[in-house]
């Protein structure tokens, strides 16, 4: 009887055994079916493209003939090209002042229109109106306005001002670029900043008044602080989108002049690839993905250091 009882045992324990295995055999069938078509879309769609575009960046191809493996010639003209190394101080400008203007205004003019009344909704969706037009023809409507005929120089021949080369002049035609960019993008912030501004909970506002602190201190000490978060995806949006910045260029300033707008972006599309420089231009294509990639980890490494800084 002893026997039988622990032959029985035996096999209800190995039958649950087998239970288990076949249910985390279900349970990871389910999970690869689950994540199976976002697996392979991202494959198609993410993987397989830049694995062909650092491959193609090692060859010589020009669009039409056969691609020959050059190694990394390509990279190595990269760094000692003069024209990539302006096109960087360029893009590094207007990345960085952008990314202040944009980011920095559109906070200041989400916490002045933070309220909840017409007039603040109405000049919330004026600040956001530039954003859902396309950036080429806001880049057209700033050429007419900046123009040597433009409407402000018009204005000011009217009053004996001789015409300003805001698009003309190598270093106006920068700083007229960047305004441009601010202006369009900022709104886009408008939004973000007002929708977090929206969660600060009321409770803090209030125990900020009691405790006497001013709009300023509490702005700095406790709203900035809440929205610390989105601030910092604004700034990566921001940076990422203006160091990819091309289709404003094209129609405002066309790269001009004498190449003081030229973004790395926009050499990369209207020289490189224009010239059949296809392995080189793939080639500075990925150099550019890589700084991109970078310069997101590094703000999001430093904002995180920045909040466990805070807490502990």
């Known amino acids: 009887m002893v026997e039988l009882a622990e032959l029985i045992r035996r096999r209800a324990a190995a039958g649950e055994r087998a239970g288990r295995g076949s249910t985390r055999l279900r ?17 198609v769609m993410t ?14 191809w020009n669009g039409f003939s ?49 309220g909840r009344s017409r007039s603040n909704s109405f000049f919330r969706a004026l600040a956001y109106y530039p954003h859902v037009i396309s950036a080429l023809i806001l880049g057209y409507l700033w050429a007419a306005i900046l123009g040597t005929n433009g409407a402000v120089n018009s204005t000011l021949a009217k009053l004996g ?44 506002l209030e125990a900020a008044a ?16 809440m929205i610390a ?14 160091i990819r910045a091309y289709d404003l260029i094209v129609s405002l300033t066309g790269g001009g002049p004498a190449g003081s707008t030229q973004t790395y972006s926009y050499l990369i599309l209207a020289r490189s690839f224009a010239g059949t420089k296809v392995g080189y231009a793939t080639a500075q294509a990925v150099f550019l993905m890589v700084v991109s990639a970078a310069l997101a980890l590094l703000v999001t490494a430093l904002r995180n250091r920045q909040d466990q800084a805070a807490a502990g």
């Open 27 to 43: 349970e990871t069938a389910v999970s690869l079916g689950m994540a199976g078509p976002a697996v392979a879309l991202y494959t």
């Open 47 to 60: 993987v397989v493209p830049v694995g062909v575009a650092v491959y193609l960046s090692l060859t010589n």
């Open 66 to 114: 056969d691609a020959l493996f050059v190694g990394l010639a390509n990279y190595r003209h990269l760094f000692a090209d003069p024209d990539s190394t302006h096109a960087w101080y360029v893009t590094a400008a207007i990345a960085v002042v952008g990314t202040i203007g944009m980011v920095g205004g559109g906070l200041a003019y989400a916490l002045l229109l933070k």
């Open 161 to 204: 001002i001789g015409p300003v080369g805001f698009l003309f002049d190598e270093h106006l035609a920068l700083v007229s670029l960047i305004w441009v960019i601010v202006w369009a993008g900022f709104g886009f912030n408008v939004v973000l900043f007002v929708a977090a501004l929206q969660t600060v909970p009321a409770e803090l």
């Open 210 to 225: 009691i405790d006497g602190a001013s709009r300023w201190q509490t702005n700095r000490r406790v709203v900035v602080p």
């Open 229 to 242: 978060p989105v601030v910092t995806v604004a700034t990566v949006l921001n940076l990422v989108g203006l």
